[in-house]
């Protein structure tokens, strides 16, 4: 039967499947199946014949279309020598340029243009100083040459010091080999300075090691490292530097003074310390009165009640868990010295510091700073870290004084605002602030807040003034702050 449907020009239901892609007799006809069309094949298909599919264009038919052929490969193959060559000279560039100093490619022109003028002027004493200049040349290369059979280690006793006190670094050089090695000089950075050693050479299998000591006379955090080990002629015509350990961060505190717990009796206590604000509900029981309407039944004493015939109910002295907030104000202008700004930041430290051991809510905050070319002053504020007394101290190992930054009015008014449940406010400063802009400053609290201001004087007498709700301390030495905090207790 299926040889009559073929005799008739019919076609078999197997060539006529639903849903089976055919390519058309036209595109099989042309074997390649090449399109005319540059970059692109266009196949047909007998489900869909308007669907096209569209092969993306490689390099090759980038730089040649599709040509083939002797000129085409050609082509391509000159094209990958060219970009291979360029990737080769990069990088031969690159590490020549790393080791030759601005001096060693004076030096190479001066060569290159001794021997041009040498030769086309006929200047005989110029072609000597040529010769002279490229041994010169030659010789420096002869001292990057070799490679360092040796292992360098960098390490720092302790990562955190206080202001003053003694700090060092430790380097090491090993020597695994079975081979001497020589002397190397090795550069250290520290901070912004550079601490230059000469290495002593090693024999197989020795080690030697050698301590320095940092400077600790600044506030702030120390960057030492990586330590390079340096190849360079006497001259100075090539460097070549390589660095073997990690940058190291030394932590630089600034002092602090132990505060007894004591000394902080100003501060409502965490666990119930009552107020002298009276509430109806609360744990520290006052006295009772007569029931008013709108008090909770709960709170009726019933055997007052029974004796005296009339409703009473207790009072309680309100307690609260207090948050101390220490405000550290950054801006220049509220210091007349260094001095003052230093101390400020040892009081902050040392009242942070009793307050996380006491476990009591803390927030130390410093002023924001306005961007350079800002319309508006920023007004807010930047929390520094009170998870624990390192973390806080390292940060303030690293603020400074900044023009652009909030001054105390202004601090305090910000935190007021966003600090809430606050009890306890410091407001720290140095002499600038007038006795007007530091009750100024302690208005912007609620009502209830107890606000003490710590002037950091050095020049000034200590002592304690006391306004309704404002008490402004005045330390002349940081020693000052565990007598004058004592002395507020009291008062």
């Known amino acids: 039967m299926s040889r009559d449907r073929l005799a008739r020009g019919e076609r078999t239901p197997s060539a006529t499947t639903p849903g089976t892609a055919r390519v058309s007799s036209r595109t099989a006809l042309t074997g390649t199946g090449r399109s005319r069309s540059r970059g692109a094949t266009r196949t047909s298909y007998r489900g869909d014949p308007g669907t096209t599919t569209s092969t993306v264009s490689n390099t090759r038919s980038r730089i040649v279309g599709n040509r083939d052929g002797i000129l085409a490969d050609l082509i391509v193959t000159v094209?990958?020598?060219?970009?291979?060559?360029a990737g080769g000279l990069a990088t031969v560039s690159a590490r020549v340029g790393s080791v030759v100093t601005p001096l060693g490619w004076s030096m190479v022109g001066v060569v290159v243009l001794s021997f041009f003028f040498a030769h086309?002027?006929?200047?005989?004493?110029?072609?000597?100083?040529?010769?002279?200049?490229l041994v010169l040349v030659l010789v420096a290369i002869i001292y990057l040459v070799g490679r360092n059979a040796f292992t360098i280690d960098l390490s720092l006793p302790h990562s955190r010091v206080v202001v003053g006190e003694t700090a060092s670094a430790r380097i090491t050089i090993d020597n695994p080999s079975r081979h001497r090695v020589f002397g190397v000089k090795a550069e250290v950075p520290v901070g912004t300075g550079i601490a230059e050693f000469a290495l002593p050479g090693l024999?197989?299998?020795s080690s030697f090691s050698h301590e320095f000591a940092v400077p600790t006379s600044r506030r702030?955090?120390?960057?030492?490292?990586?330590?390079r080990t340096v190849r360079a002629d006497p001259i100075g015509l090539v460097r070549r530097e390589i660095a073997w350990t990690d940058v190291h961060e030394l932590y630089v505190h600034p002092r602090t003074t132990a505060i007894p717990s004591t000394?902080?009796?100003l501060i409502r206590d965490l666990e119930g310390n009552p107020t002298r604000d009276i509430t109806s509900s609360d744990v520290s029981f006052h006295a009772l009165r007569e029931y008013a309407p709108g008090d909770e039944r709960r709170y009726i004493h019933w055997k007052s009640t029974a004796k005296t015939g009339t409703y009473m109910v207790r009072q309680f002295e309100e307690t609260r868990r207090s948050h101390l907030v220490i405000s550290l104000?950054?801006?220049a202008s509220d210091y007349a010295s260094d001095e003052e700004f230093e101390m400020a930041v040892s009081v902050a430290g040392s009242l942070g510091i009793r307050a996380i051991r006491d476990v009591r809510n803390i927030s130390v905050v410093v002023g924001a700073s306005t961007p350079e070319f800002a319309r508006h002053r920023v007004f807010a504020v930047r929390a520094l870290s009170t998870l624990n007394p390192g973390r806080l101290l390292d940060d303030l190992a690293l603020v400074e004084r900044d023009a652009a930054s909030l001054p105390l009015g202004d601090m305090a008014r910000v935190v007021a605002d966003q600090v809430a449940g606050v009890s306890v406010a410091f407001l720290i400063c140095g002499s600038t602030p007038s006795p007007g802009e530091l009750r100024a400053a302690s208005t912007r609290f609620p009502s209830g807040v107890e606000v003490v201001a710590i002037v950091c004087d050095p020049e000034t007498v200590p002592g304690l003034r006391r306004v309704p709700g404002l008490s402004?301390?005045?330390?002349?030495?940081?020693e000052d702050l565990t007598r004058s905090l004592a002395r507020s207790a009291a008062a």
Not at 220 to 227: A, N, W
Request: aromatic share 6%; hydrophobic share 50%; charged share 5%.
């Open 120 to 133: 086309l002027v006929g200047w005989p004493e110029l072609l000597a100083a040529a010769y002279s200049s």
């Open 472 to 478: 402004v301390l005045t330390i002349g030495y940081l």
């Open 203 to 205: 024999t197989g299998g």
């Open 329 to 331: 104000s950054l801006a």
């Open 263 to 265: 000394s902080t009796g």
């Open 220 to 227: 702030g955090m120390l960057p030492i490292g990586p330590v």
């Open 79 to 85: 094209v990958r020598s060219a970009r291979a060559l």
